[in-house]
């Protein structure tokens, strides 16, 4: 492998505002103080780790209900703290921009249980405390138990929840991108003159989920539209991703299926009339690592130790909306048609999982594969699924925090750096500017352009 990659390795931290992310049962490791979630200090230090290891942003994932799907209920979500308790992950952001300069913030926020229009202000005001390093991971949402708990019966079908998500997104650009020209504000204090409103622009929009009338609230920010993450994989996640996705995350347990999911995204990209390099494709991924091999397996027992496999069952059972309580080790699943995660259910019935299959792999009480070894060893695992999985990069899941990504900052990112893998130093610019080295906005070639105010005016405006 001696011939370096076109790009950098990207590394995002995958986090949550919680006790127990994907790693479940770790909170018990004496080393983890993911129990003090609930303190600034935790994530101040966090994001000050982060920046050392140069991580290009930290992914923080998010979700509305509880996972009540195993055994009916969330006995085992409680005990464990399976995403349970949560708070909200934007609250986060300026405590961790305020403490680094380089360190970009990925936030998820479910499009069916907020009116784009506040939305829209929440983000640029982020946008701007950050000087541009943030990202949004556009979600549609797939549990029951959120849906419920904001007063529907249940989610909508998987492909109307994408369509809702495509009126959303155009409501989005048109207040980003189509409300204030880019030389409104003057901030002229002689002329007492602080923007022009004859470049401030109304949206009005009819769509089929979405009416909007009014002024998008915040000035232009460093980016106008934040980094759009999105984790969609089935056939109508995949055509929203290819329309709208800057960055693409998937989950999956080997290099084949990941060359597999990278070259049909890239295709859909290419099939939207996008160049298929406007996207970055990420799987999560866990590593454990150490100065010395034995070192590391050491620490692969200790975590072992840790884990709550039943617990990562029952995260697992919410993604496929499918009861594992209810059957036996070795029983045959039906998996079959799901409204939650899909692409997860279409996988599973392929390899044909069973509850004692399912349990072995969480092991560590999460499902992402595993790089174990030294930093070189490491190294090795992670430029072999960027060649063959043809992935951009990875979004690394904690197992024991802090720890897992001080390890991966002092151990394995200066081996990358050594054979020319991964960055040096922070380049300039926003979070978009130094992921793809185009510029802080979006590209022409994307479907937000048709609305960009001095493009096409008229299109910013109905």
């Given at each position: 492998m ?11 931290a ?99 249980n ?14 701007h ?15 029951d ?40 504000v ?9 923007a ?5 622009h ?21 980016q ?28 999956v347990?080997d290099?084949a ?11 859909a ?5 996008r ?27 200790e975590?072992?130790?840790a ?14 909306n ?13 998996f ?21 299959q ?26 072999s ?6 992935i ?5 899941s ?11 900052a ?7 750096q050594?054979?020319?893998?991964y ?14 080295g185009?510029g ?23």
């Open positions: 001696a011939d370096r990659l076109p790009r950098p390795i990207i590394v995002n995958f986090n949550m505002n919680c006790v127990g992310h994907i790693n479940h049962g770790q909170w018990t490791h004496p080393r983890d103080t993911s129990v003090n979630y609930k303190r600034l200090e935790y994530w101040t230090g966090l994001a000050k780790t982060l920046e050392r290891g140069l991580f290009d942003a930290i992914f923080l994932a998010d979700i509305l209900g509880t996972y009540d799907v195993y055994g009916g209920g969330i006995d085992v979500t409680a005990r464990e703290a399976v995403q349970l308790p949560v708070n909200d992950p934007l609250m986060l952001v300026s405590a961790m921009a305020a403490v680094t300069k380089g360190l970009g913030f990925g936030v998820t926020v479910n499009v069916n907020e009116a784009p229009y506040s939305f829209a202000r929440r983000i640029s005001t982020l946008d405390l950050t000087d541009g390093r943030i990202g949004w991971n556009i979600v549609t949402g797939y549990l138990s959120a849906a419920r708990a904001v007063g529907r019966d249940g989610q909508t079908g998987h492909d109307l929840r994408y369509d809702q998500a495509d009126d959303y997104l155009e409501v989005l650009y048109k207040l980003w991108e189509g409300s204030w020209e880019e030389d409104a003057r901030a002229d204090r002689a002329a007492r003159v602080y022009d409103p004859a470049k401030i109304p949206v009005h929009h009819r769509g089929p989920f979405y009416r909007v009338d009014g002024y998008h609230l915040s000035e232009p920010s460093p106008r539209t934040p980094v759009l993450f999105q984790a969609g994989t089935s056939g109508r996640g995949q055509r929203f991703a290819a329309r709208h996705a800057e960055c693409v995350f998937i989950s347990p290099k299926a990941a060359r597999a999911a990278s070259r049909a995204i890239r295709q990209v290419a099939d939207a009339g160049d298929p390099q406007d996207v970055r494709i990420l799987n999560g991924i866990s590593v454990i690592t150490d100065a010395s091999r034995a070192a590391a397996f050491d620490k692969l027992a975590y072992r130790a884990s709550s496999p039943e617990a990562g069952l029952a995260h697992y059972s919410a993604s496929l499918i009861d594992f309580g209810r059957y036996g080790l070795d029983d045959p699943i039906p079959g048609q799901t409204n939650a995660i899909q692409s997860a259910a279409k996988l599973a019935e392929s390899r044909g999982w069973t509850k004692r399912l349990l072995d792999q969480l092991a560590l009480g999460g499902r992402y594969p595993l790089a174990l070894g030294t930093p070189a060893e490491v190294a090795d695992e992670l430029e699924w960027v060649r063959e999985g043809e951009d990069g990875f979004n690394l904690r197992i024991v925090t802090p720890e897992s990504y001080a390890d991966f002092d151990l394995v990112v200066p081996e990358l050594t054979r020319g893998l960055k040096t130093s922070y380049g300039q610019g926003t979070l978009r500017a130094r992921i793809f185009q802080d906005r979006l590209p022409a070639t994307h479907t937000a352009h048709a609305f960009r105010i001095g493009t096409q005016l008229k299109g910013a405006a109905e």
